[in-house]
């Protein structure tokens, strides 16, 4: 199994600004997955992060938006940036962990007034 | 695009009695399906994958599956007010790269 830590675990944003959130594993994962559920809503991919190359962005999600860096095998962060209210969701760091099970952290719920 | 649907609910259905499940997915190139359990104001957990058609069990779990009419669903035997959640149907394709597409969940409630 793996233990998915992300931080902060939830914070109020204004609009304009931007939010770095950060995603730690117990154990070395080749693929980080960032995902964002909106309220309602069910998880939507928002980029696949690799380490040692560019993360791989889902249609409608872009790197101005999402910056994501990947410096190492456990560690990986997501920035909103410019936020606006839509961008209020959660958002999810997940990896896979052996035996096709994939494995979500405890979120980060993001309100931008 | 690739869809994968369930009805929104919320499924009601009394204590002890079994709560059926279900979801549909629009790309016949699906090779593995899963069933998650996510709790109000928690993250998704996985309870149950499934990889070839027919029935699968695990305890009160009995995932099902049909690829020839694109549907998976999740039997949940003897319910308890505990499995009161919403339930993610999630797919993956053969060239998904490990990428899951999720359905938008169906909330279930177990009532006394």
């Known amino acids: 199994s793996a233990v998915i830590s992300q931080k902060p675990s939830r914070d109020i944003c204004q609009r304009g600004t931007s939010l770095t959130i950060q995603c730690q594993v117990d154990?070395?994962?080749?693929?980080m997955f960032w995902y964002r559920q909106q309220p309602g809503q069910s998880l939507t991919l928002i980029a696949t992060a690799n380490q040692g190359s560019e993360a791989t962005y889902e249609s409608g999600f872009v790197i101005d938006k999402f910056p994501i860096s990947r410096p190492n095998l456990t560690f990986s962060t997501l920035t909103v940036s410019n936020m606006s209210p839509e961008d209020s969701s959660i958002y999810l760091c997940s990896v896979f962990g052996g035996t096709d099970t994939q494995y979500f952290g405890p979120g980060t719920r993001l309100t931008v007034l | 695009q690739k869809e994968v649907e369930q009805n929104s609910g919320p499924l009601s259905v009394p204590e002890g009695a079994i709560a059926s499940l279900n979801c549909t997915y629009s790309d016949r190139g699906s090779q593995s399906f899963f069933w998650y359990r996510q709790y109000s104001g928690k993250s998704p957990e996985l309870i149950m994958s499934i990889y070839s058609n027919g029935d699968k069990e695990d305890g009160r779990f009995t995932a099902q599956l049909n690829k020839a009419s694109q549907y998976v669903s999740l039997l949940i035997r003897d319910s308890q007010p505990s499995d009161s959640a919403t339930y993610l149907c999630?797919?993956?394709?053969?060239?998904?790269?490990?990428?899951?597409?999720f359905g938008t969940g169906t909330q279930l409630k177990v009532e006394l």
């Open positions: 154990s070395q994962v080749t693929m």
């Open positions: 999630a797919v993956r394709d053969k060239g998904g790269g490990n990428k899951l597409t």
